[in-house]
Structures are given as C-alpha cells and as structure tokens.
C-alpha cells in the first residue's frame, strides 16, 4: 500500500479543518450570545443610565479613561470605580471634588461642573457597568 501524500489528501484536511473550525466558531459565537443575557446587566439599564452613557460619550471620558479595559491609559479604569470609591456617593464626590485649573505638576481630571442630575446619571451609568458579569476583570480594585 503507498503511503504517499496525495493533492487530494492535503486538499481534504485543508477543507475539512476550514470546515470545522468555522463550524467552531459559530457554535461558539451562538454560545457566547446566548450567554449575554445574564452577564451584561441590562435589568438595570434605565433612563438614567442612558443619560450617563450620553455624558460619557459627550465629554469624551473615553479619553483619557478606560472602561472595561476599553479606552486611553491616561487615568484610571473605571469599570470598578463603583466599588473602588464606595459607592454612588463616591464617585460624585470625587468628580465635584476637582479643582478648575487641576492640579498644578501632576495629571488630574478636569472639573465639568455637571448639575446634580447629570452626577447622578454619570453616577447611575458607573453603578451599572460596575454591575457587569466580566470574570472577574478588572482583576483587582486599583483597576
Ligand atoms: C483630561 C483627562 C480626563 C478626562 C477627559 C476625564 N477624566 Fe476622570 N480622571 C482623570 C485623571 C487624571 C484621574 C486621576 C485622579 C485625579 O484627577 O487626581 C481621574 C479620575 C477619575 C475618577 C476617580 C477614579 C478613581 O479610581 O479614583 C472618576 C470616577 C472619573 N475620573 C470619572 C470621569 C468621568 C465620568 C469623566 C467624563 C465625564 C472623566 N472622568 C473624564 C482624567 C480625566
């Protein structure tokens, strides 16, 4: 019996495993879509919360923040400043907290001079997104 590698052989294995590993790849993809319904917090999406996302994408916080790793490494993650600033109240503290010209010699994030709604959406959007099911990343608090 030859035991030669045939055109044919190799053109079998070259469309069997395209074949299987698109098929892997659906089946996957199906399976993660299937599974966004329990991670992705969208219970707790409400008009507030879109609001916020709205401030978020106006004034560019994607800028110099990331979210969900996603963004610029200028400032820090927020994914879980919800939890790392304890709390709604935290985070509107901190944002009314910044000075108007920052803070001389070091980065800082500049002051909005958001009204009292707006820091309790862009409050509410963190609380949201903090509320996300992502395995555990940020790995830790620091972000
Ligand atoms: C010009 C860059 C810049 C932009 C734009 C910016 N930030 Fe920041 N932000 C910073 C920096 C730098 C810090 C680090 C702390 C500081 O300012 O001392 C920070 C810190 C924070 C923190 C506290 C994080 C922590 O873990 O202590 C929150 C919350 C925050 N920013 C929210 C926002 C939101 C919401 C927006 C959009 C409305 C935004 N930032 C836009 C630069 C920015």
Redesign the pocket.
């Known amino acids: 019996m030859s035991q030669a590698f045939t055109k044919a052989m190799a053109r079998n294995i070259f469309y069997g495993g395209s074949v299987f590993f698109f098929l892997l790849f659906l089946a996957l993809t199906f399976d993660t879509h299937n599974a966004w319904p329990d991670r992705d917090n969208r219970a707790a999406i409400n008009d507030s919360v879109s609001h916020g996302k709205a401030?978020?994408e106006e004034?560019?916080?994607v800028?110099?923040?990331s979210l969900l790793g996603e963004g610029a490494y200028?400032?820090?993650e927020?994914g879980n400043?919800f939890q790392?600033?304890g709390g709604k109240d935290g985070?509107k503290g901190?944002?009314m907290s910044?000075p108007k010209d920052g803070?001389p010699g070091?980065?800082?994030?500049?002051q909005?001079d958001?009204s009292p709604e707006e820091l309790d959406a862009?409050a509410d959007f963190?609380e949201y997104v903090s509320g996300i099911n992502t395995a555990n990343w940020p790995p830790n608090i620091q972000?």
């Open positions: 401030l978020w004034n560019n916080c800028g110099c923040h200028f400032a820090p927020l400043a790392r600033l985070i901190f944002i910044r803070i070091r980065r800082s994030m500049p909005f958001f862009i963190l972000g």
